[in-house]
Structures are given as structure tokens and as C-alpha cells.
């Protein structure tokens, strides 16, 4: 479910580009590699704003590794991703077979998102015939807002 807090952002409080995420562990940069996060080399400016929030002890540790970024363009290859985990009864340990069964019947933002998220994974931000995606983005982004949150 790596791709679901980018997703909910996506949909509720969409971002102009895309999204930056900060990763330490390489067991999760695979994962977001594989979603279509890829390497970002992060601005001292956000870094410094990031500092700020952090405490005393953290905020000396460097923090200019490890930032993958993923475009609006290819946000849908993420939403495709996740829904295949959605859709699937269960998630697999690759390394030792083992199973968890899943239920999402109770998470209120996918069911009530469902048909949007299902949409959103149809669509094709990044077609060379969309000469104008950010206009089509911010389009099909106000549609939701004024669909769900009149």
C-alpha cells in the first residue's frame, strides 16, 4: 500500500508536479522504484525547510540521499499498482511464501474513491497527442473536487 498516502493526496489535495518522498530503507526504495518513483536530487531550500521541522538530534544527519520523486505524468502507473494489490485477496512475502489476507472493506477512502481511483488508473497524463496535460490534469482534478466536496 506504499502508493496510497500519494494517491489520497492525489485525489483530496492534488499537487501542481508531483510528489517527493524521503526513503532510508532500500527494501521500500525498491518498491517505490518499481511504482515509478524515481531518484530526485533534492533543493537545499527544501531542505532547509525540512530541518526546521525536525528535532536537534536529527537535524545534523545528512538528509541529501535517498529522495525519489514522482510526476504527475506517471502517477497513473502508480494507481495501477496499487489497485493490483487492491484487487488481489491477499499480499505475498516474496522471500518466504507466507500470506496476509486483505480487507479493505473498511478503509472509507477507497471505497468511497473506487470508481475515481479506477478511472484515474485509465488515464494517460503522459500521451505525446495531450498537448496540454497540466490543463487536462487540473480539468479532470476539479471535477472530483466539485463531485465530492460541494
Request: with cysteine.
Amino acid at each position: 500500500m506504499v502508493p496510497l498516502q500519494a494517491l489520497r493526496a492525489f485525489v483530496v489535495q492534488p499537487p501542481e508536479e508531483g510528489f517527493i518522498c524521503h526513503v532510508i530503507t532500500e527494501p521500500v526504495q525498491k518498491i517505490i522504484k518499481r511504482i515509478g518513483f524515481k531518484p530526485f536530487q533534492i533543493e537545499e531550500e527544501i531542505l532547509a525547510a525540512k530541518r526546521k521541522l525536525l528535532t536537534q538530534s536529527s537535524s545534523s544527519a545528512d538528509q541529501s540521499k535517498d529522495w525519489f520523486a514522482l510526476d504527475v505524468d506517471d502517477f497513473s502507473g502508480a494507481v495501477k499498482e496499487m489497485l493490483a494489490v487492491v484487487d488481489s485477496d491477499h499480499l505475498e512475502n516474496s522471500k518466504t511464501g507466507e500470506r496476509i489476507t486483505l480487507d479493505i472493506s473498511r478503509s472509507k477512502f477507497l471505497t468511497a474513491f473506487n470508481e475515481e481511483i479506477r478511472e484515474l488508473a485509465k488515464q494517460d497524463f503522459n500521451k505525446a497527442s495531450n498537448d496540454n496535460r497540466k490543463k487536462t490534469y487540473a480539468q479532470q482534478r476539479r471535477r472530483w473536487g466539485n463531485l465530492f466536496f460541494k
